[in-house]
């Protein structure tokens, strides 16, 4: 026993004291919340990493709470966690994450308002995991990219999205970045996800600085202060995905009304919308659906210019097999995706009757929440944002063989706002071609005139001076 004591003593000597580390969380340059952890480390080098996050936000009016626990176990040398463990709850309900290495994978599990999902991923295919409340999970991710200065390119297993996604960032030069009250020499990093730009600065000894979101104003700043010093409020998630819509001299507000029942049947634009990571497509802003004008000397990266909403009309289409098979998120050869699909969707009916068919179920069956996941993880959980129920309504559509993809940009969400926004295009064959579908908004036959494609998934620059400006429009006949 004596014996034991002294190995036990002596190994205890050997590992280091934990460390903890606290940021702010801003958006739009006010603070909303806070995530902390502490760090120990074993005298095998095994660290153990317990971290906490809070973030208010306004939603609708009204005010949710957001908390994160989550403990992180790394092996020595690893960048993939040996285990991880957390529970997020927002407001009332709770989802856990938990993640655990075996063999050579790591399996991922959740449980989403009481639906459990589990994925696993090939440790050869991913070089980390990712929860989006963690600056930690960061942190070692980038901690082993900032080795290499350069470009790279890896799959991230995100765990809200219970998916590996692509990265692909860049490990740039050291230079001066505010954190706290003090300024630090660090290593910037660009890396994107999603359509979603990410910058992270990162000191000499590889810990983050500071983290940023410049889509969504987002930030987390390493700071020396106590949590109960900060100043938080709730940060209006309105502001952070919309932007204002403007009026023309003379030109009437079409009203809820007559949007909800699809009665705009045209409308006409004038766009100045920053688009993240400066990605415009031509062939998303003038499509079956619109069409767009460019304004004379418009920088790079804007949609500045005239949009023409109408009806949609018929496109030609080289190869559809793209938008028949699975991808990452749209899981449409899943046995529970398949059987799914065959119980909505009869045999031998039209693409446009699939469409209504599939977005009408969607609709129905999803609770909205601010989390994006994937069509698998969306259907077991019944839960996600817009791009978690085009996905969905996709994956059902491509398991019955009929071409289907996502779309984005912003839509008219209310008070004289247009919000980011994700929704779905159909096939519908010869004669028809492409058409779209919201089943988020219940628009299973058609899509308003006040949803404006800007991309095929992505977001706007929230920190830009966008507005759009309605000019004319059409009611429908």
């Known amino acids: 026993m004596r014996l034991a004591f002294l190995l036990v003593a002596c190994a205890a000597a050997l590992a280091e004291e934990p460390t903890e580390r606290r940021f702010v969380l801003q958006v739009h340059g006010a603070s909303a919340g806070y995530a902390t952890y502490r760090e120990s480390v074993a005298a095998d080098g095994t660290r153990t990493i317990e971290g906490e996050t809070l973030l208010k936000l306004l939603q609708g009016g009204a005010e949710t709470v957001l908390r994160s626990k989550r403990t992180t176990v790394i092996g020595p040398g690893d960048a993939v966690p040996r285990t991880y463990r957390a529970s997020t709850t927002r407001d009332d309900h709770e989802s856990t994450y938990e993640a655990e290495r075996v063999e050579e994978a790591i399996v991922l599990k959740a449980t989403i308002r009481g639906a459990p999902t589990q994925v696993k991923f090939p440790l050869a295919t991913v070089a980390g995991l990712l929860d989006h409340n963690a600056p930690e999970h960061f942190e070692v991710f980038l901690g082993e990219r900032r080795k290499t200065p350069g470009k790279f390119q890896c799959f991230v297993g995100v765990v809200e999205m219970m998916a590996a996604l692509p990265i692909a960032g860049l490990v740039g030069e050291v230079e001066e970045v505010a954190a706290d009250e003090a300024t630090v020499r660090a290593t910037k990093i660009e890396f994107s996800a999603i359509g979603m730009l990410y910058r992270a600065w990162l000191d000499a000894d590889g810990r983050v600085v500071r983290l940023q979101v410049p889509s969504q104003t987002f930030e987390a700043i390493r700071t020396t202060k106590r949590v109960e010093d900060l100043e938080i409020s709730p940060a209006d998630l309105m502001r952070s995905f919309s932007v204002p819509l403007r009026l023309a001299e003379g030109v009437e507000e079409p009203g809820t009304k007559a949007r909800e029942t699809g009665g705009v049947r045209a409308a006409r634009f004038r766009v100045h919308v920053k688009v993240g990571e400066n990605r415009t497509d031509d062939a998303v802003l003038s499509n079956s659906h619109q069409a767009f004008e460019a304004a004379a000397g418009a920088e790079a990266g804007w949609v500045d210019g005239t949009l023409t909403v109408r009806e949609a009309r018929e496109t030609v289409e080289e190869d559809l097999a793209a938008f028949l098979a699975p991808e990452d998120g749209i899981e449409s050869d899943a046995p529970e995706i ?3 699909a065959k119980e909505v969707i009869p045999n031998g009916v039209a693409p446009t009757e699939a469409a209504r068919l599939a977005s009408e179920w969607v609709h129905g069956a999803m609770r909205y929440e601010t989390q994006l996941v994937s069509a698998l993880a969306a259907h077991q959980g019944r839960v996600g944002d817009c791009l978690s129920y085009s996905r969905l309504t996709i994956a059902l559509l491509r398991a019955r063989g009929v071409p289907a993809r996502t779309i984005g940009g912003i839509s008219l969400g209310g008070s004289q706002r247009l919000g980011q926004h994700h929704w779905v ?28 494609d800007l991309w095929r998934q992505g977001t706007f620059d929230g920190s830009a001076d966008n507005w759009v400006e309605l000019l004319s429009w059409e009611p429908a006949q």
Do not use: C, N
Not at 426 to 446: A, K, L, N, R
């Open 338 to 340: 398949v059987a799914r």
């Open 425 to 452: 295009e159909v096939h519908g064959g010869p004669g028809v071609g492409w058409f779209q579908i919201d089943p988020t908004y219940g628009q299973s036959t058609g899509i308003d005139a006040f949803h404006l």
